[in-house]
Structures are given as structure tokens and as C-alpha cells.
């Protein structure tokens, strides 16, 4: 099934025509279960198994089962293969797909951002995908940005373990086969996304958002 959606999540940006959503690190959103215009649309839910169990309970108790365009994928990101996994669940290559990944490769090692990103060039022609990225100057230790509390509890404690700089982006995607079409910080999202919705929402500058396009 194809469908064009205009925006995802009150969003701005024209994703065009897919047929399928992977949602990598979905956690607990909502999104697949709220947005009409997904309702018909193959999604894969893919994170950590005990993500997964976790939520599948929460999903029979609201829905009673689990919706029928609704697949729940357990994986391991550093270990295992993100193609294989995906294939024995049922998502076939050639589908013009939008990928989700958010808040996710900062908690990844370098192996598991290279092996998503290895899945990730397959993707055909048309697919979009929308991820986050914290910057790798502010796990050096070079700007603190502020958040020293936030680089004392992430960053020393290792729980944040992947970064990369604004200015390698493009060619880091490009190497993969996508075309970078957006990278902003919350001081340049806030006036173009947020402040049209009539909400005041805070954010981190040490944390950045991709948009970019599958050539």
C-alpha cells in the first residue's frame, strides 16, 4: 500500500510516498497507534527485548490484540544483524520506507551505528529517515554546553558512547547513500516546528536531528 502523508507527528517535513515504517528504538511511541494516516501502513516496532516484552502487554490490555499492520521486533543493535532480524520477521527488501531512529546512536557502539547504517544503504531510492545524534565534542569534553550534570551522568558514566561532529554528517550519510536535507539544533527547530504548534517545549543544544533522503 502507498500512501503520501504531508507531515508525521505535527511535523513539517514531506516524507512522499512510502510502504512501510521501521521504527528503530521505538521504546514506548505512540505514534503507530495514534496517527490515522499509519493505520494501513506496514510498521516494524524494533528495539531491545526487554523493551518489547514490556510493551506488548500494555498493548494487548489497550487494544486487546495486537494491531494487525503492528510488528514487534526484539534485537540486540551491537550484536545482531539488523537485515536478518528484520527479514525473519517479515519485512522483504524493495519497500520505500520511512526509518525513525531517535534517541538512539548515542547509547550504540561505533560497530552497531555502522552495521544499522550497512542495513540502512539497501533502503530503496525514495526512503526517508529521521535520527538523532548527539554531538561528539560535547562527549570529548571539549564544550560541555552547559550541561555539566548531564556530561557527569552520561557521558562519564558511559551510558552515552557514540557521537559525531555537525560538520562530518553529510559525508557520513552520503557514504551510505543518502542525501543529508536537514541537521538542526533546537535553536533553529524551535522557530520552525515548535512555536507554529502554540508550544513551549525545551531541549538540549548538545543534541541534533537528521532528515535525509535515500538516493
Known sequence: ?????????????????????????????????RLPALAGIPIWEVDQLEIINSKRPRLLKTFRKIPSNINLVPIDFDNEDLGLVLASRGYPEG??????????????????IRSTFNFLAKAPAGSRLIFTYVRKDFLDGKNIYGSEKFYKDFVLKKI????????????????????????????????????????????????????????
Open 95 to 112: 519497500k520505500r520506507t520511512f526509518f525513525i531512529w531517535e534517541a538512539v546512536t548515542q547509547y550504540l557502539t561505533e560497530a552497531g
Open 1 to 33: 500500500m502507498k500512501l503520501r502523508l504531508a507531515q508525521l507527528d505535527g511535523g513539517f517535513w514531506s516524507i512522499g510516498h512510502i510502504d512501510a515504517v521501521i521504527n528503530l528504538g521505538a521504546g514506548f511511541d505512540t505514534r503507530a497507534y
Open 160 to 215: 552515552f558512547i557514540f557521537g559525531i561532529e555537525p560538520e562530518q554528517l553529510p559525508a557520513l550519510i552520503r557514504k551510505y547513500g543518502w542525501k543529508l536535507i536537514e541537521d538542526i539544533g533546537y535553536n533553529e527547530l524551535a522557530p520552525k516546528y515548535i512555536k507554529p504548534t502554540g508550544r513551549l517545549l525545551t531541549s538540549t543544544p548538545i543534541e541534533r536531528i537528521v532528515f535525509a533522503e535515500k538516493l
